[in-house]
């Protein structure tokens, strides 16, 4: 059995804390709930929840999680200045 033919027989099912990325968005967030057919993911460092649909999430490597984390920081410090 390939990669792909597992993933389509076992789906990723995210669930609350798993660390993801949002392959729609190119976005890596923490999962906070979900909401219907929809997925809520918050930025690991903090900041507003967006929506994510379960088919697009895979989970984050932990080099997309160091990156997104940082890139957050820097973005937050910008914003402080």
Not at 16 to 22: A, E, I, L, T
Not at 50 to 76: F, G, I, K, R
């Amino acid at each position: 059995m390939t990669l792909e033919e597992n993933a389509r027989e076992h789906p990723y099912e995210p669930v609350p804390g798993d660390v993801v990325r949002d392959a729609a968005t190119r976005r890596v967030g923490r999962v906070m709930d979900r909401m219907g057919l929809r997925v809520q993911l918050r930025p690991l460092n903090g900041g507003r929840e967006w929506d994510a649909m379960p088919q697009d999430l895979s989970p984050a490597s932990q080099s997309d999680a160091m990156s997104a984390a940082v890139a957050e920081a820097n973005a937050q410090s910008w914003r402080g200045r």
